[in-house]
Every structure is written in C-alpha cells, then in structure tokens.
C-alpha cells in the first residue's frame, strides 16, 4: 500500500500546528501566573494586555515562518490587545470599537491585495 505524500504532508502540518498553538497558550497561562505573583506596585498598567498581544502575533508569526495557514482575525486581536496594553500604559484612551473597525478594514485590504496577487 503506497502512502500519499499529500495526505502525509498536511498531517505533518497539523500536528506542527497544534504543537505551536499549545506553546502559545502554555505561554500565556506562564505569563498570567507571574503576573499573578507580582506584587501589585510592581505591576505594569496594561502589561497582560501586551503580553497577549505579543504572544497572539508570535504564534501567528511563527505559523506564517512555517508555511502554515495563519489568522487575520487572530493577528486583528493581537494588534488590538497590543494597543489596548501600549493606551493603558502610556494612559491613553484608545477609543476600542473605532480602532477595531480600522483594523478589520485594513485587513480587508490586505485580503483583496493579497488575493489578487495569488
């Protein structure tokens, strides 16, 4: 019985995939456990907030370096949370839904480029 390299291939690919996404969230559970340790004057305003967002667009990041499928909607997230962290640190009121809308049209954007040259 001969094995499909194809069907080998994307299973490769998954079980890549979910190792990286099982990093990501082993990541952030680390993350919020420190945090959770800190006193609360050693807290930085905003931080889990862009810890977040720089361990969403990581995992992303590292899934596009890979060759495997990675979310506009999820790397949508982590640019937001980045922001939300980034506002709450420098206290800046990032005003939410307007900035989401931006970020959902920018990427709507980037579909139809990013189609049209595929």
């Known amino acids: 019985m001969e094995v499909d390299m194809e069907s080998t291939e994307e299973?490769?690919?998954?079980?890549l995939g979910e190792r990286i996404e099982y990093a990501g969230w082993a990541l952030f559970l680390?993350?919020?456990?420190?945090l959770w340790m800190l006193p609360e004057?050693?807290?930085?305003e905003g931080g889990w907030l862009i810890g977040s967002g720089l361990i969403i667009l990581g995992v992303q990041i590292i899934r596009g370096l890979r060759g495997l499928r990675f979310s506009g909607s999820t790397m949508i997230l982590g640019v937001l949370a980045l922001g939300l962290g980034f506002g709450d640190m420098f206290s800046f009121d990032l005003p939410v839904f307007p900035a989401l809308l931006v970020l959902v049209g920018l990427y709507m954007i980037f579909e139809i480029i990013a189609k049209r040259r595929g």
Not at 11 to 15: A, F, Q, S, T, V
Not at 30 to 34: R, T
Request: glycine residues 8%; hydrophobic residues 55%; without cysteine.
């Open 11 to 15: 299973i490769r690919k998954k079980r």
């Open 30 to 34: 680390i993350m919020l456990g420190v």
């Open 41 to 44: 004057e050693a807290m930085v």
